[in-house]
């Protein structure tokens, strides 16, 4: 079964950029589509965007503007970059198998914003 | 966008006791392209339902969903101590892909 894992740095600084990797293992990346979700704490689930296996994006217009998802096909790693962060964007940060049902997820990666 | 509405906001019941989650959507789903996940403190949320009425791999049958067009239930038949949590619908069927804000399950 294919196993997912966020990584990056737990914390950023206001106005800088947010970087997570998802390592995935079991599957080839190529073979799936995939999402990035966030998650306040103590709030809902938000989607942020998705990465076809044709490499086109298709991104949470709330938050396009600032939003890059890639794919490293060989490290068969997801990244996700969110520029010019706020307070607002902290949350535990999910990467998820899929770009409409989302069969498997990673545990996820905490990330604040503050300086 | 399509906002997906949830209910009731925490549902108390005991074991072996049945549950019945609602979401309601804003517009019509897209093809009842609505899912079911269940999500405990300190994990990632787990797909329960897909398709609105498609189980999972893995999930068992006292877990069933249903509903079309903007109505879709999600329903526990009986209660196993393990199903206290919370359940979160999502909709696939149009971009951005959106979640409810969750319905609590807890022990009454």
């Known amino acids: 079964q294919v196993q997912l894992q966020e990584s990056g740095p737990g914390l950023v600084k206001p106005s800088e950029t947010l970087s997570l990797t998802c390592t995935v293992s079991?599957?080839?990346?190529?073979?799936?589509?995939w999402s990035w979700i966030r998650q306040p704490a103590g709030k809902g689930l938000e989607w942020i965007g998705r990465?076809?296996?044709?490499?086109?994006?298709n991104y949470n217009p709330s938050l396009k503007s600032r939003v890059t998802m890639s794919v490293d096909t060989s490290k068969n790693q997801l990244s996700l970059k969110l520029s010019s962060v706020t307070a607002a964007d902290t949350a535990m940060y999910y990467c998820?198998?899929?770009?409409?049902?989302?069969?498997?997820w990673g545990q996820g990666t905490l990330v604040t914003v503050s300086s | 966008e399509i906002v997906l509405t949830q209910s009731p906001g925490t549902l108390s019941l005991s074991p072996g006791e049945r549950a019945t989650l609602s979401c309601r959507a804003s517009?019509?789903?897209?093809?009842?392209?609505l899912a079911w996940y269940q999500q405990k403190p300190g994990q990632a949320p787990r797909l329960l339902i897909y398709?609105?009425?498609s189980r999972a791999t893995g999930i068992p049958d006292r877990f069933s969903g249903s509903g079309s067009g903007t109505d879709f239930t999600l329903t526990i038949s009986r209660l196993e101590p393990e199903d206290f949590a919370v359940y979160y619908c999502?909709?696939?069927?149009?971009?951005?892909?959106?979640f409810g804000g969750g319905t609590k399950v807890e022990i009454k």
């Open positions: 998820a198998r899929g770009s409409g049902w989302l069969p498997d």
């Open positions: 079991g599957d080839s990346i190529s073979s799936h589509n």
């Open positions: 990465i076809y296996t044709s490499g086109s994006t």
């Open positions: 517009q019509s789903v897209t093809s009842s392209y």
């Open positions: 398709a609105a009425s």
């Open positions: 999502q909709q696939y069927g149009s971009s951005p892909l959106t």
